[in-house]
């Protein structure tokens, strides 16, 4: 029988480095964190190839991201929380859709489950531009 392991995101307090909170994060390595400019959120990435944004606070996934063929190795939210870029091993890049969460609220609503990856640039590992292609890949509400 197969039992995964999950990968845990810890929080530790700065000033004496003692440890706040442990969540399961991930099966596989996490390779990417950011976290939003006003500290409501943070994204993360790794192997397996899901962009999960999370509540800070609360320490909960409120959307998945599921459009990467590979694993994903870097992860930004943009400073105007538009968007959030995430790059993949295979040369992949996406944005996706910030979604319209409550930033005060714990409380799920249904615009979450919205978030999409707007456009991909798809990039060989040679560097040459494949081209630009649109796509609606969606952002699902939840845990995985």
């Known amino acids: 029988m197969f039992s995964p392991v999950y990968l845990q995101i810890g929080f530790w307090e700065a000033y ?3 440890s706040i909170r442990e ?6 390595s996490i390779n990417a964190l950011d976290i939003s400019e006003d500290g409501h959120f943070f994204v993360s990435g790794g192997e397996d190839r899901l962009v999960k944004l999370w509540r800070y606070m609360e320490g909960t996934v ?3 991201g599921i459009g990467h063929s590979a694993t994903i190795s870097r992860i930004k939210i ?3 929380m538009k968007y959030i870029v995430s ?7 996406m944005r996706w859709d910030f979604p319209n969460v409550d930033r005060v609220s ?6 979450e489950a919205e978030m999409s ?6 990039m060989s590992p040679t560097g ?6 649109e796509e609606d890949v969606p952002m699902e509400d939840g845990e995985r």
């Open 16 to 18: 004496d480095g003692r």
């Open 23 to 28: 969540m399961e994060a991930s099966v596989g």
């Open 62 to 64: 409120c959307h998945i």
């Open 78 to 80: 943009c400073p105007n």
């Open 87 to 93: 790059v993949g091993t295979d040369g992949s890049i």
């Open 106 to 111: 714990s409380r799920r609503r249904e615009e």
């Open 117 to 122: 990856a707007s456009s991909t640039l798809a």
């Open 128 to 133: 040459q531009n494949g081209g630009q292609q």
